[in-house]
């Protein structure tokens, strides 16, 4: 009853909020204040089926509404009315908010993380050091803060979530690889887009760090490269200390000729490693040995705590794009757990992702059919450690379709890329063929393949027919839930590449969730119009019922289960879409992502006027002519270090720009207030839109409303079709 009066408030207030600029302290007073004690008096007496709805809905109330007095003052009344162990599940939300400009919400926030850190402390500190690394100065003072009282608490727990956290960032990226990505960025800020004062953003902490090398390839590095380095700040210093002019810039362009013979330098003398040793790149996490700090990602409050053992010596690096590391920890339960560290990535998104997969396991083991035939997501633990860097939970015995097909082909002597090969074969310019004639090659490279790779490789992979059967109905099982679920969330980016399968189960486990609310099938190049990934490939495993047997069945009850309980989902997908940390990738308006008008236009080269064009050209010609050149001779020497191909040269990847970096995002993306991200967004709102459509069956008519089947029938109509999959880009892999 609790929920539901809540729940009615909470609504009311919302549609107000669509209708009105603003919230007047009436309808605070009848309904936003109501709806807050409602969800605190609903959460206190809930048996767990509707807590993390009702906990995520009443965060959204109390941010949305923290300037006024009223509301802030049912939240502190009902704050100790409700277990600390409530706030575990929403910790991330909870510490998105933590630089609210309400004084008072902060400060309420602050001491909410400070009584939850007291019981829980392994629960909250690596997110908690994540914020205090923050570039927004109010938000990582706000986690010091919080910091500083759970160290006078929990003084051993604090200080090494420090050491170990802080040394996993260093061996993310090694010095090396961080000159070359930040001179990659800061050369098309500079030469791209005119902004010197965005290139400086980008080098300037790295110069700050090559002053204080502290391992003994830091060191190595700071020799090689020290001089050069001191030579184009230097020079970089003179072009800002003097007034912009055709006389600075000669300073900028000589800089640049250092900052590019250091990147050439790079790629020559440092090739991609295969394993680090943590002697040379942190050595600190040789001497962190049975300590008092929870392995990541294990923490359970009913069960006992298993503490950090010792690191392995020896970090392997693996060769793909990004280079991420794995790393081993023995905890002190004497198992060795495996973790992907990954740099350039900022995985609070992914972390996101994982509560709402937990959501949807929970939903579908309450239900009967889906109980029954044990239908989850495999899901993995995510531990943000900054803002582009964190740890995920290793997958065991999995490998990505693409090396399933790969080595399958390898062992059989096909050709890697046959599909790829007869397409061009048969139209060489595929690219620049309308879309009759797309799917036209689309069919016939098709037509002229088996495309039995992965129903093969499954098959002589199994000891016997039982054990294969068993695989296969897992496959297709798992291949349907994540199908389903991928689709309200509207994940994208599915290639190969980030599908994995489970060697001794058969179940399907996606990698890599970054793309989400179908940001992909609103890229201007290469848009992804099929609702989740079922080519060709993936549907031969299933083997003589094909999609119309298990994978159907599996998808209809999901869909059930998640429309039957859209509420639940909402409320997690709502916090999820207004969450100001993740939001700004999808949100932004990007004609807008500079409106400073302050620092960041003054020291823009000058135009080629007649009055500075003699100086232009004595600096190796007009500006512009220079920017065209300087960027081209970069991105060609960029794409040499980026490049990521499969063995037969096809690019990897549902894109052909660049994947998320750490230096490519928004540098305002880690300090946005909470204006601008409440429920009027009109970007935000038409997300949460899409969901309920989907969640209710008029996502492809607003004037009609789809059963489960037709629904079903409907996304597996777009999924399937040759004319959404021939206008994928090559890297998505469409022929297998």
């Known amino acids: 009853a609790w929920h539901s009066l809540a729940l009615r408030h909470y ?46 809905r009443l965060l959204t109330a109390w941010f949305n509404y923290s300037q006024h007095e009223s509301v802030a003052q049912a939240v502190s009344d009902g704050l100790n009315s409700v ?59 706000a986690a010091k803060d919080v910091l500083a009282k759970l160290h006078d608490l929990s003084p051993e727990v604090v200080e090494e979530t420090e050491v170990v956290s802080r040394e996993l960032i260093r061996i993310t990226l090694l010095f090396p690889e961080m000159w070359q990505e930040a001179l990659d960025y800061a050369s098309k800020a500079y030469f791209g887009q005119n ?86 790149t942190a050595p600190m996490l040789l001497q962190c040995r049975d300590m008092h700090l929870a392995m990541p990602g294990t923490y359970d409050p009913d069960r006992e705590i298993v503490c950090i053992g010792s690191f392995a010596p020896v970090v392997t690096v ?24 990954k740099g350039h990535e900022d995985l609070r998104q992914d972390e996101r992702v994982m509560q709402l997969f937990g959501l949807i396991n929970s939903l579908l083991t309450r239900d009967a059919e889906t109980a029954r035939r044990s239908l989850a997501i495999e ?29 399958y082909r390898e062992a059989h002597n096909i050709s890697p890329n046959l599909e790829h090969s007869l397409a061009l074969q048969f139209a060489p310019h595929c690219e ?18 088996p495309g039995n790779d992965l129903q093969r490789a499954l098959w002589y992979k199994s000891p016997n027919a039982e054990t294969w059967l068993e695989r296969r109905t897992n496959y297709t099982r798992s291949l349907a839930v994540m199908s389903i679920a991928g689709y309200i969330l509207g994940l994208g980016d599915r290639h190969p590449t980030n599908i994995m399968m489970h060697d001794r189960t058969g179940k399907i486990v996606h990698i890599d969730l970054g793309d989400c609310f179908e940001l992909a099938a609103h890229r201007d190049k290469f848009p992804e119009k099929v609702p989740f990934r079922l080519t060709r490939m993936l549907i031969m495993p299933m083997e003589v019922s094909t999609i119309e047997g298990t994978f159907k069945f599996t998808a209809n009850h999901t869909m059930r289960v998640l429309r039957a309980n859209r509420d639940s989902l909402m ?5 999820f879409v207004f969450d100001p940390l993740v939001s700004w990738s999808y949100i932004q308006d990007p004609d807008n992502s500079d409106d400073t008008g302050t620092a960041t236009n003054r020291r823009r080269p000058p135009a080629n006027t007649s009055a500075n064009a003699n100086a232009n050209n004595n600096a190796n010609g007009p500006n512009n002519r220079i920017n065209h050149e300087q960027l081209a001779r970069w991105s060609a020497a960029g794409r040499a270090s980026r490049a990521h191909y499969d063995a037969a040269g096809i690019p990897l990847g549902s894109r052909p720009d660049e994947p998320r970096g750490s230096f490519s995002h928004n540098p305002g993306y880690d300090g946005a207030d909470d204006n601008g991200w409440q429920t009027g967004n009109p970007k935000a709102r038409a997300i ?31 999924a399937t079709s040759s004319e959404n999959l021939a206008g994928l880009f090559t890297g998505w892999v469409p022929l297998w």
């Open 83 to 141: 277990s600390i162990r409530t706030w575990l599940q929403v910790i991330p939300q909870i510490l998105a908010r933590i630089h609210i400009k309400s004084e008072a919400t902060s400060r309420l926030i602050k001491q909410l993380l400070v009584e939850v850190g007291k019981f829980h402390p392994h629960a909250i500190l690596f997110s908690l050091y994540v914020a205090a690394r923050s570039d927004h100065p109010k938000r990582s003072q």
């Open 379 to 407: 899901r993995c633990p995510i531990i943000p450690l900054s803002s582009n860097s964190g740890l995920i939970g290793f997958y065991p015995n999995c490998e990505t379709l693409h090396e399933i097909i790969r080595d």
């Open 432 to 449: 620049i063929l309308t879309v009759p004639q797309k799917v036209e090659v689309f069919e016939y490279a098709l037509s002229n393949t």
């Open 571 to 575: 409320a997690v997908l709502e916090a």
């Open 688 to 718: 949460v839109k899409r969901i309920h459509d989907k969640l209710v069956g008029t996502d492809f008519d607003p004037n009609k409303q789809l059963d489960v089947a037709a629904q079903i029938d409907r996304l597996i109509q777009q």
């Open 318 to 341: 693996y060769a793909s794009k990004q280079h991420p590391r794995k790393v081993k920890i023995t905890g002190s339960d004497g198992v060795e757990y495996t973790f992907v560290l």
């Open 11 to 56: 609504v009311e207030t919302q549609k107000y909020d669509e209708e009105h600029s603003s919230v007047p302290a009436g309808i605070i007073q009848r309904h936003v204040v109501p709806a807050v004690h409602g969800f605190f008096r609903a959460i206190q007496l809930s048996k767990s089926d509707t807590t993390l709805q009702d906990t995520l």
């Open 195 to 280: 902004d010197p004062e965005e290139m400086m953003r980008i080098l300037r902490p790295l110069h700050e760090r090559a002053r204080n090398p502290v391992t003994l390839r830091e060191y190595h590095f700071v020799q090689m490269f020290g001089t050069e380095l001191a030579v184009a700040e230097e020079h970089v210093r003179h072009y800002f200390a003097g007034e912009p002019g055709p006389n600075t810039e000669v300073f900028i362009q000589q800089a640049w000729e250092s900052y590019y013979m250091i990147f050439r330098r790079i790629q020559k003398l440092f090739p991609e490693p295969t394993s680090l040793a943590l002697k040379d």
